[in-house]
């Protein structure tokens, strides 16, 4: 098997179609930096299966497709073909010549062809695994993956051994068993918890199921039953009713005949009141005067004897007055004078008190001033002692320092004098090697900087491509979240929208009828009504079964419905028909609207079209929504029209008085909030959507930017291969020179190299001892200053510690003193504070008898005035009394005849009222026994819809007429027993069982398919290994004996050899490269140069061919850092294998020499590259095409 030819169009540079065969022997390829040689390299690895743009030199995958120049236009697509000779059978095939063609459109799209047939990419692969020839085979080998043999991890090294001892295809079909094994462990896994799962459930539901079974015949039973109880009851609560309502208008009637008679009465009650309250004012009037002109009289006739003996006593309260006005003014006169004595002795103690202070605060601050100073001396002894210790401690060091750079510096001038001798005689190094190696040297640190400022370059462009990367990978990580948002609002809208289509929720009459579509059948009254946002609780308990009542045309609709749910045995169903459906109108009371937590009327809070209208206003035109249960109560009692008050939270008062509330079991307002969610939640998924599609713009902007950015590292990429190149060649001449002048100068530069170490080392070892010998003059030159200046301190600090103890003797002294003085002053501001309460008592005492004296004088005058004018008095006083007797008879006469007619009045109204109460108490516990009787047939009502779901209308075809109630009481009684012996009854766990049932047998049916399958897994692995593990040792132990041997031949001696890291895992072990070139010492390949390890690579690729020669073998530049020699050994080793196809991609003369194909790559057109060909013949000088 070998290669016949390539054929390119559209591939990168290579814009027109491009063909080359590939003959036999070694076929080079060369031409000018930039001419797109290398493409051709790049075009064979992407034809055989190559994935990354990085491989290929690209940024992305389309950049391989002719980008078009200024003037031509970009292709819209690159095709490889490679075309393979298999007369051998060498690919597994049926034909002698296989074509495998790549094609790639602008559009992202690819195509894969074998022989014009489509295939997938792994097709290719597969069809050259095992032989060399591939992506990560051998047959393809740039100066890169020289680089990456010698350079990469030893784990990593495995690539070309595992391709090169056929275990490739093996180890993939491995792989992928493996990865059919552990998805098949976690199906079993998962398989098993399923079961276990079901396993604990499965016994539980079949007894749940046979309970349920048994529940549903009896709950069928009790609902029979249970109806017709309640329809006796209704039917007898209905009669009562009635009866209590005729008895209650006659009631009425005589009611209002004594309310007439009454008003009669109670108008001349008012009358004879109105009278009797005139009279008894002028009769109060008459005797008030009477009093008044008695109570005149007698205080006119006994004014005068009271004057006379107040006169006496005022005289004798006079004498006394002047009597204390004396005695209290000789006692004040007293006190004043004690007062002024006293203020004068606080005023002297105070004086003293103030020198005391005045003493005592000059002692403070001269004491604390002291003890300041004295504390500062003692700071300042401690600091100097520890200076003095610290300059001691530091001599002591400095002296050791001393004797043992002496030391050092003895040893060093014995060993000076010995170089000397040593040194004499030696001769200068070669003048003219010299030269040329600082030539050499100023040109390898010029390409050093082009490579530095290249790399640099490419660093930059590197951290722009990251911190792009990383942002796209960052919205990339926000849209998967978005996205997983948006599937999931997208699954629950999808999910409420199949419960609404499937009718979920409603029972099973309402749920097949709209499924069938019946004619005039507009749907059921949660699909047509409109329910606001926080009444769906409200709506749901107001319209209770009647949420799934069904809205129809007419009468007929309704009839045809009914006729096919009896057909079809499907249940039963309430149908509301527009053309026959009525309702009365119900006015709404103004102060009822007003009424805090008022919501409004449900018919008008909730929505429909105008057509549907008609079923709002029969459903909810009696229904008022309140906010909470106490509004609700107030409502109610306000309301005199019969409304239904309903909550927001569901709580209902009737309008007979009943209370409904609670909760349900199982909430089905869901019903109700289906619609609105869904409108919710295809809000959210548009945002979402928006987002997701914002973010994607940004992320392709970011795409865009990364794109032009990897073309400038592309370049960059390029010029940085040129440097590396000119740095190698510069670097194997530099090596060469050196090399030469190394024998030459190692003893003289290093003789020289320690001679100036010694000479420096003496320097500055005496410098050191003279510097220590200087800072120790000056420290003890301070350390004699610091004592004389401690022993001034000490004075000092005696005379401060003296003075110190003196003031503080001074100031406890004046601190007693000042004791004493407050006490004294104290002692007097008491005795003085007496003293002025006593003067103030006495003066108010006197101020006192003195106003009252004056008082007491005045009186008595005015009573010596007043007794002549009585007299004239009492005779007037007389006369009016006798007046107002007479008038006070007459009135008294005119009021007894008023009371008794108003007595009789009174008397004809008690009668009446007691008549008229008797009659409200029996008309009272009429209206309560009516109203008891309304609640228990409300209450009967809805007992028909809260146990049985069934309204008073349906249950009229539940009706038997011959039911007993006494036998079916008892029967409900021991039906309700039995079903609560049942307890909690699942009634869905009959299908439930029927479903896990099934689902068991077959998750059972699963794990024993998966544990077989997993069996038959674990055998196919264990074969590949063992035959993995023998094919790769025999592999490896022929490339280690042609490595060695190649080895030793390439480097004209040596010894080199592989060595597996972990010989008992050789299924993963690293492969370790030991290298020695001649004349050195065994070492590790990371620790050579540059061109030993590339032509130590070059010697590993030439023993794997060996081991297992490829049909082809492209090398692309391999030979670049090798001097002429090495590239001279090379390539005749290249003659070694003749059944090789070999092309190389190379700038060196000697490569070209042994060609026998030269392929030239020229770029006539700029962007475009161009392919010549020229077979050589005998006497062919490659120097003429090299220079070209």
């Excluded at 790399?455 to 942002?471: F, G």
């Excluded at 998967?480 to 609002?489: C, D, F, I, V």
């Excluded at 390890?1093 to 023993?1103: D, G």
Aim: hydrophobic letters at 35%; aromatic letters at 6%.
């Amino acid at each position: 098997m070998y290669f016949k030819r390539i054929e390119l169009q559209g591939f990168k540079s290579f814009a027109d179609p491009v063909t080359i065969d590939l003959n036999d022997g070694i076929t080079c390829i060369v031409g000018p930096n930039g001419s797109g040689k290398s493409n051709i390299s790049d075009a064979l690895r992407w034809v055989l299966g190559e994935q990354s743009p990085k491989s290929l030199r690209g940024g992305k995958m389309d950049d391989i497709i002719f980008a078009g120049t200024a003037t031509r236009k970009p292709k819209g697509m690159a095709e490889v073909s490679l075309v393979i000779d298999n007369s051998l059978g060498i690919l597994p095939l049926e034909y002698n010549e296989v074509q495998v063609t790549r094609r790639m459109y602008r559009s992202g799209d690819s195509e894969y062809l074998i022989n014009g047939n489509q295939c997938r990419l792994k097709d290719i692969k597969e069809l050259f695994m095992d032989t060399g020839i591939g992506v990560d085979g051998y047959s393809i080998i740039g100066q890169g993956k020289i680089q990456d043999i010698v350079s990469t991890k030893p784990e990593n090294r495995r690539e070309i051994f595992e391709e090169a001892a056929g275990v490739v295809l093996y180890k993939s079909r491995k792989a992928e068993a493996e990865r059919k094994l552990a998805a098949a462990s976690d199906n079993l896994e998962r398989v098993k918890d399923i079961i276990s799962e079901i396993e604990s459930r499965i016994g539980t539901l079949k007894e749940e199921s046979e309970k349920a079974s048994e529940y549903i015949v009896l709950r069928d039973r009790y609902k029979y039953v249970g109806v017709n109880i309640i329809i006796h009851n209704i039917d007898s609560l209905i009669r009562t009713v009635e009866a209590s309502r005729a008895e209650l208008f006659d009631m009425e009637a005589t009611l209002s005949e004594m309310d007439e008679k009454g008003k009669s009465i109670e108008a001349l009650i008012e009358e004879r009141r109105l009278n009797s309250a005139a009279l008894d004012q002028s009769y109060e009037d008459a005797n008030a005067e009477l009093l008044d002109r008695i109570d005149e009289l007698n205080t006119v006739t006994s004014r005068g004897q009271v004057n006379e003996e107040k006169l006496q006593s005022i005289e004798r309260e006079l004498a006394r007055l002047e009597a204390v006005i004396s005695d209290n003014l000789a006692k004040l006169d007293s006190e004043k004078r004690n007062f002024g004595e006293l203020e004068a002795n606080e005023k002297s103690y105070r004086a003293e008190k103030e020198q005391v202070e005045r003493e005592l605060a000059q002692a403070e601050a001269d004491f604390n001033d002291s003890k300041r100073k004295l504390e500062a001396v003692n700071t300042e002894i401690e600091n100097s002692k520890d200076d003095i210790i610290s300059l001691t401690n530091k001599n002591v060091t400095r002296r050791a320092d001393i004797t043992t750079l002496e030391n050092y510096v003895s040893t060093l001038n014995d060993r000076r004098d010995q170089l000397n001798e040593e040194y004499s005689g030696k001769d200068e190094t070669d003048a003219e090697n010299a030269r040329k190696l600082k030539s050499l040297e100023s040109q390898f640190a010029e390409v050093e900087d082009k490579q530095s400022h290249a790399a640099s370059k490419i660093n930059e462009i590197v951290v722009q491509i990251r911190e792009l990367e990383e942002t796209s990978n960052q919205r990339n990580r926000q849209i998967a979240e978005l996205s997983n948002k948006y599937n999931r609002t997208l699954a629950r809208k999808n999910t409420i929208e199949e419960m609404e289509s499937n009718y979920e929720g409603y029972n099973n009459a309402v749920r097949q009828l709209m499924r069938q579509h019946v004619n005039g059948i507009f749907g059921t009254v949660s699909d047509l009504i409109k329910v606001p946002s926080g009444y769906e609780i409200a709506t749901e308990t107001a319209l209770g079964a009647a949420m799934q009542n069904i809205v129809c045309d007419d009468d007929a609709s309704a009839k045809a419905a009914v006729r096919w749910l009896k057909d079809n045995r499907a249940g039963r169903a309430t149908f509301l028909p527009l053309s026959s459906l009525r309702y009365n109108k119900q006015y709404q009371e103004r102060d009822i609207e007003n009424s805090p937590g008022y919501l409004g009327i449900a018919s008008q809070i909730v929505g429909a079209d105008e057509k549907y209208h008609v079923i709002l206003e029969y459903l909810l035109g009696r229904v008022i929504f309140a906010s909470n249960m106490d509004d609700a109560v107030r409502i109610s009692k306000m309301s005199s029209r019969g409304y239904r008050i309903v909550t927001t939270d569901g709580e209902v008062i009737n309008s007979s008085g009943a209370i409904t509330g609670g909760r349900y079991k199982n909430k089905s307002a869901n019903i109700l909030e289906r619609k609105n969610e869904i409108k919710e939640l295809s809000e959210i998924a548009d945002k979402l959507r928006e987002q997701i599609a914002e973010h994607r713009d940004k992320i392709a902007a970011g795409e865009a930017n990364v794109a032009a950015l990897k073309e400038s590292r592309a370049q960059c990429y390029d010029e940085l291969h040129q440097i590396e190149i000119d740095k190698s060649v510069i670097g194997s001449e530099l090596d060469r020179i050196k090399k030469l002048t190394e024998d030459a100068g190692a003893h003289r530069e290093q003789f020289s190299s320690e001679l100036a170490t010694l000479d420096g080392d003496i320097a500055k070892a005496t410098e050191m001892v003279d510097k220590h010998r200087a800072e120790i003059s000056e420290t003890d030159t301070r350390i004699e200053k610091l004592n004389n200046h401690i022993e001034e301190l000490m004075v000092d600090a005696e005379r401060y510690d003296s003075r110190v103890n003196r003031l503080r003797e001074v100031t406890l002294e004046n601190k007693l003193q000042l004791s004493e003085q407050d006490a004294r002053i104290l002692g007097l501001n008491e005795l003085i504070e007496r003293v002025r309460d006593t003067v103030t008592d006495l003066e108010n005492e006197i101020d006192d008898a003195r106003m009252s004296y004056e008082e007491l004088d005045e009186k008595h005058h005015m009573l010596t005035s007043s007794d002549a004018e009585s007299s004239d008095k009492i005779e007037e006083l007389q006369n009016r009394r006798k007046q107002l007797e007479d008038k006070i008879k007459a009135l008294g006469e005119e009021i007894d005849s008023n009371k008794a007619a108003y007595e009789v009045a009174i008397s004809n109204q008690k009668e009446l009222i007691r008549d008229v109460t008797e009659l409200q108490d029996a008309k009272y516990k009429l209206e309560v026994k009516s109203t008891r009787s309304e609640t228990l047939l409300d209450t009967q009502k809805d007992k028909l819809w809260d146990e049985f779901e069934v309204s008073f209308a349906e249950a009229q075809d539940i009706r038997d007429e011959n039911f007993g109630i006494t036998a079916g009481n008892k029967e409900a009684k021991e039906i309700k027993l039995r079903m609560a012996e049942l307890g909690d009854v699942n009634i869905s766990s009959i299908e439930e069982y029927k479903a896990v049932s099934r689902r068991y047998e077959f998750m059972t049916a699963q794990e024993n398919d998966i544990s077989t399958a997993m069996k038959e897994l674990k055998s196919i692995i264990s074969n590949m290994e063992r035959k993995i593990r023998d094919k790769f040792k025999e592999n490896f132990d022929k490339v280690v004996i042609n490595f060695e041997e190649i080895f030793s031949e390439l480097f004209g001696g040596g010894h080199a050899e592989l060595r597996l890291e972990d010989e008992s895992d050789p299924l993963a072990s690293g492969i370790e490269i030991i290298a020695q070139p001649p004349g050195k010492r065994l070492k590790n390949i990371n620790l050579m140069s540059g061109g030993e390890k590339t032509l130590t690579a070059i010697a590993l690729m030439f023993a794997v061919i060996k081991a297992k020669p490829t049909p082809f073998c492209i090398l692309d530049e391999v030979e670049a850092a090798l001097d002429e020699a090495n590239i001279e050994r090379f390539s005749n080793y290249l003659k070694h294998f003749e059944e090789v196809q070999f092309a190389l991609i190379t700038h060196h003369k000697a490569t070209m020499e042994h060609a026998d194909v030269l392929y030239g790559v020229t770029m006539p057109e700029q962007g475009i590259s161009r392919v010549l060909s020229l077979k050589f013949e005998d006497g062919f000088d490659p120097n003429e095409y090299a220079d070209e």
